[in-house]
């Protein structure tokens, strides 16, 4: 694996080598079980995976690489590079500024730039529009286009699938950077669809099957399908990619419940030249977290704490799983624990911060589950874990 030059600020001497620790020993990964670090009246059991993945790294790294090899220009990033507010600050000090924001809403002029500009692409890579866009301005938005190699793959696959007459489904969320460059790429190649959820899958199910009538799909799903889409045609040949930071579980249920539709209506001898295997667009960090996740929900703790971008996708949905077991805090860094009385979270229900007392318990050993999202920096875990030692007055 590839090793990236980012700064040491990001990297954790705690979190660091409990990650080196364990890497020794299972240089695969396979072993999802937690760490634990105990310092008698708290132990953190951290989760085996989490934290930058792949394609985070080589984000920071080609930003600041831009940085440094264009000290007398302005520096633009499409819009945030990664959905972590701390390394988008440190950015926007350096001087980079953001020309949209997440939902795609200019923030900057397009007018603004000038040939002599430097516009970064984002890990989520960008809609082929805004390529031809930057092209025609004489601004080359391939120099530094930081966009995740495996949301190329599920770009790669899309092109791949269309080429051979099927309609693409995206699972993934319509207003999402990722997914709306995925969407942009796809649609060049094949028909495609975005759906958000199994409830969405269920209805487009039920419209293949002809439950639900053709007509109906343009209603239910609009805004969501490519232009030209014709239901009673593009239908009949179909697979499934992802916005990569969904639930790779929920991908897998989608994808099950649309082959066995397909199955059922035209048989198992022809499932093939109906419905595509596409498992291989599943983003491995993303399983990996996940997975360590479900591992960690095996425990019992008194307390879960996740720590990303209340806007990450991929750790909100680490949150989903564990509120289903504990009491679960989803906070951006360790500003947010106010005091050992009271800590500031994220609601993922109603969108909101909210202030909750007493989330330390008053207990002879406190357990407390800890991991982040794929955009986090160690350090930011590191600092959580050290304010909690310093409330309960415990040397580290």
């Known amino acids: ?68 090899e264009n000290p007398d220009k302005r520096i633009f990033l499409l819009s945030e590079m990664i959905h972590n507010p701390t390394v988008n600050r440190e950015l926007q000090l350096q001087g980079v500024r953001f020309i949209q924001d997440t939902k795609g809403n200019n923030l900057i002029d397009w007018t603004e730039l000038t040939s002599e500009d430097i516009v970064v692409i984002p890990a989520f890579g960008t809609t082929i529009e805004i390529e031809n866009m930057l092209n025609a301005m004489e601004i080359n938005p391939y120099h530094y286009n930081t966009t995740c190699p495996f949301v190329e793959k599920v770009w790669n696959k899309s092109e791949e699938l269309g080429k051979k007459g099927f309609t693409v489904i995206i699972h993934g969320k319509v207003n999402h950077e990722e997914t709306r460059a995925t969407f942009s790429h796809s649609k060049v190649n094949a028909p495609s669809i975005v759906i958000r959820d199994l409830e969405e899958a269920k209805l ?76 291989d667009t599943l983003c491995y960090a993303t399983n990996n977290n996940q997975n360590a996740t479900l591992q960690l929900m095996n425990i019992d703790v008194d307390l ?5 971008g209340y806007n990450s996708s991929n750790t909100s949905h680490i949150v989903e799983l564990l509120e289903e077991k504990f009491k679960t805090y989803f906070i951006s860094d360790e500003t947010k624990l106010i005091s050992d009385k009271s800590i500031s979270h994220f609601s993922l229900s109603d969108k909101t911060e909210r202030i909750s007392t007493n989330y330390l318990p008053q207990k002879e050993i ?17 600092a959580v874990i050290k304010k909690i030692l310093l409330f309960l007055k415990i040397e580290n």
């Open 366 to 382: 406190i357990n407390i589950a800890i991991t982040s999202g794929a955009s986090c920096p160690d350090a930011t875990v590191d």
């Open 204 to 279: 487009l199910s039920q419209i293949i099957s002809g439950s639900i009538p053709e007509r109906d799909f343009y209603a239910l799903f609009e805004g969501k399908y490519s232009d030209g889409f014709d239901v009673q045609k593009d239908l009949q040949k179909i697979g499934v990619v992802n916005q990569t930071t969904m639930l790779a579980s929920e991908t897998e249920d989608i994808s099950s419940l649309l082959k066995t539709t397909v199955l059922t209506k035209y048989g198992e001898d022809n499932l093939s030249n109906h419905f595509a295997n596409t498992r």
């Open 1 to 68: 694996m590839k090793t990236f030059q980012i700064p040491n600020k990001y990297r954790s001497s705690v979190i660091s080598q409990i990650k080196a620790d364990r890497k020794e020993i299972d240089p695969r990964g396979r072993d999802y079980s937690s760490s634990i670090l105990n310092f008698g009246k708290v132990r953190f059991h951290i989760a085996r995976h989490f934290g930058f993945c792949f394609g985070v790294e080589n984000a920071i790294e080609i930003a600041y690489k831009a940085i440094n």
């Open 304 to 308: 879960a704490i996740v720590v990303g």
